[in-house]
């Protein structure tokens, strides 16, 4: 059984991510994992400290080299897509840049790629979102998603600015949220496009009730580090993305 480190650069007042990517990793039959954080500050999720944390990933990326982590997930999703369409790429190439001038030569993995590359995975192209953000924010991630050619049918924002008020936002709220959304005709729901609300618990739930696949950004990462390690992104109860030979999902009478 192979071992492998995960560095993770996070948003101060993030706590979920932390719990549900581990939570992920540690069902996978044929490895083991340990974790390693750096954090960066940010407490509103406003634009000004989105910019402002994400000045602070030069010194995380360094802390994380020095642990010679063999995979790397940037994990603030909206914090790259506030920048703009396409940004993923540059954070990116930027990290492994600075990873190799160290001399690591880590998989890396954005949470905002993660759930482009996800949703590629599963031949998605007509999707639904629960986002957590301020509507201004919310809309950001809908224009950044549908400029990689994905059509985002709907959308709803549940505007909860205090990123620890993120973490804690009640499971039953999201779903009621995943309720309400028109999935007509959408090939996958992001039940949550945000590392900071937690989801884990709903994601296999609501594949079962709505009828189609659902995926968050914290299992979207998951699959893109198992992939960019080299393993098979197979893990039990986290919905039909991590799920070898599932076949299509036929939505089910609402």
């Not at 909206?78 to 001399?103: D, F, I, K, T």
């Not at 599963?122 to 809908?142: D, S």
């Not at 009828?211 to 390690?229: E, I, W």
Request: hydrophobic fraction near 45%; proline fraction near 5%; charge should be negative.
């Amino acid at each position: 059984m192979s071992h492998h480190r995960i560095g993770m650069v996070v948003p101060s007042s993030n706590v979920t991510v932390e719990t549900e990517v581990p939570a992920l990793l540690a069902r996978h039959r044929d490895a083991t994992f340990s974790f390693h954080g750096s954090r960066m500050r940010m407490h509103t999720v406003s634009p000004e400290e989105l910019a402002a944390m994400n000045h602070q990933r030069g010194r995380c990326v360094d802390e994380l080299a020095d642990a010679r982590v063999d995979a790397l997930l940037y994990a603030c999703l909206v914090a790259v897509m506030a920048q703009g369409p396409g940004e993923h790429r540059r954070v990116e190439s930027e990290v492994a840049a600075q990873l190799h001038e160290r001399g690591v030569e880590a998989g890396l993995v954005s949470s905002a790629g993660a759930l482009v590359d996800a949703l590629a995975a599963l031949g998605a192209r007509r999707i639904a979102l629960v986002t957590p953000y301020m509507r201004p924010l919310a809309e950001k991630v809908v224009g950044y998603l549908e400029a990689e050619e994905l059509e985002v049918v709907d959308w709803t924002a549940l505007e909860v600015a205090d990123n620890a008020e993120v973490g804690c936002i009640p499971g039953e709220r999201v779903m009621d949220a995943a309720r309400g959304l028109d999935l007509t005709g959408a090939d996958a729901l992001v039940i949550s496009a945000c590392v900071q609300m937690p989801s884990l618990p709903l994601v296999e739930r609501a594949e079962q009730e709505l009828g189609l696949p659902v995926l968050s950004a914290a299992t979207a990462g998951a699959f893109c580090l198992l992939r960019g390690l080299g393993l098979a992104p197979d893990l039990p109860d986290a919905g039909s993305l991590l799920r070898a030979g599932t076949p299509s999902l036929t939505r089910s009478a609402r």
